[in-house]
């Protein structure tokens, strides 16, 4: 690099730049909280939703899983399961209460988790929330 | 060696490199159970064999940058260590909790885990990369103060280097976005919002810090280039990331229920975030050509070489592909995700932290400043065979992912998901042939540990 450009120069640019973007990011990040109650469905987290999260968590559903398109990609994303299950809650809580212990064979295999109905329902809750985020449209298509 | 608290950083190399071996194997498990899929089920389900390979990861990856601000810091500021003793203690507490972890995840069930460890009184498991239980994430903040106690009093009471401050910075920063991993609220996309600043702000912002830092001291030693030279080149680089990438988060806020500005804030900043990896690349070669002297150490000149490289093709180049919005709408969480993630890992931190304990690891055994070249040459075997290896697992989750993308959301009958995933499974099954051939390059990296041959003459 040039002479003209000296390490003290360089030094500044570093700080400098460093508290500018990282204010610029706070504020942003206050905006963004402003803006969140129009888009998170927070009107509809209740009690139930927040356990149903809980029990998301400590199952660790996120491991094989996208949620909101994050997480691991060795099953179906779902954000919008509840929708792609033609909203229906029943139909979910069926699919992981009929989950066989010993896995399917040759198939990619989902756990039974033994789950009690306070939960499925929850978690069921949970899932309809979650599609009822505004996600700019995404996924681009029902199948996630 | 020249202060002989340096020598601390040997047993955190050691075992860098142990759980370097035990997150392979775990990813070679689940490459099997991607295309075997009942395999090891219902013992190791595919999320569990996850968090022990991406928790594994980031655990050797602490590992390592540890034991390089262990060895570097006090060659740095010319003094010893602070506390040795602290340092070492600090070591089997974190090996110890870490090895409790992963056992907890193995033996019981998930849920067991969670309650076991009392997750219903603070919740902070279940999210991904941030699996730990409460209590040993609580752990691992009291070893990174511990720690950073340690290099901070060091380099307080000695010289001041441009390379050990960015080091601190890096450090410091490193633990205090890591607090934003016991902030869990129950509304999804506040609880999201906040997880990339652990994960976004540390791989695109504070560890790339770090990187720079150790980088920049492995070719100060192997080039003999002026220190001036080297120290503008860190300034430069460090704060191209910090312009770039903490606005840059925004690349992650464009579908998580967040305001839309962000596409164009996303894209635009994280559009930039290559820059410094490019001068990294830029600087690294540079230096090389401009040595003032002819070190030993070829590897630790070839890692210190390819770790811009692949960082650059990897953050740089596969991070692009996928950071503007209207990409990232079709490719959000798929398998072009994944070949990121690996190639850019791998690039940076992995080769990072090896090109450290390629120049420090004879010293620290006592072999003057290199290994023989016989040992050498292996060593060089496995960079290449870990290195193309990660290419090509790179290319072929790239190419499963470019069909995914398709399959399932760009062609006009869009098909499900698990429908896709058999359609694309041989990329799969080269995905995991690859892995192999990684394998065997990290057993040739072992071996070449244990190589003696002739030595050069003592320092
Ligand atoms: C050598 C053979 C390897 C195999 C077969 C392998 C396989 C896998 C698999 C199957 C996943 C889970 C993907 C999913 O969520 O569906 C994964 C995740 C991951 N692996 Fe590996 N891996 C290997 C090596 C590595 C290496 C060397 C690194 C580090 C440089 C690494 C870093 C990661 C990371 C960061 C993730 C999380 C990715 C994400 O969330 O996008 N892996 N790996
Ligand atoms: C060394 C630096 C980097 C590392 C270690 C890294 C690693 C990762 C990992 C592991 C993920 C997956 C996170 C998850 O599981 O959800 C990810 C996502 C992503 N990265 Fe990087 N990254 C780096 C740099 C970059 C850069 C420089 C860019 C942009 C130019 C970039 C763009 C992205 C994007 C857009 C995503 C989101 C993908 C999605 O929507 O699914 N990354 N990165
Ligand atoms: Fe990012």
Redesign the pocket.
Known sequence: MSETFTKTMARNIFYGGAVFFFLLFLALTYDTHGELPKRDNRQNLTEKVAMGKMVWEENDCIGCHTLL??GAYFAPELGNVYKRFGNSKEAIIAFIKSRPAEGVEGRRSMPQFNLSDEELDALAEFLKYTSEINTAGWPPNIQG | MQYSSQAVAKPYFIAAIGLFVGQILFGLIMGLQYVWGDFLFPEIPFNVARMVHTNLLIVWLLFGFMGAAYYLVPEEAETELASPKLALALFWIFLVAGALTILGYLLVPYSGLAKLTGNDLFPTMGR?FLEQPTITKIGIVIVALGFLYNITMTILKGRKTVISLVLLIGLWGLAVFFLFAFFNPANLVLDKFYWWWV?HLW??GVWELILGSILAFVLIKTTGVDREIIEKWLYVIIAMTLITGIVGTG??YYWIGTPEYWQWLGSIF??L??IP?FMMVIFAFNMVNQRRREHPNKAAVLWALGTPVM?FLG??VW??M??LSPV?YY???TQI?AA??HM??YG??VMVVLAIISYAMPILRGRAAANSPRAQVWEMWSFWLMTISIVFITLFLTGAGILQVWLQRVSENPEPFMVVQEKIALFYWMREVAGVFFLVGLVVYLISFFIGGEEEATA
């Open positions: 398109g994050e | 991904e994960v791989v695109e690349h992650h994280s559009a975030e290559p990896f960082a953050a740089g991070g692009f996928h950071t990232n490719t959000h969480g995700t990121h993630g850019a890992f940076a931190y």
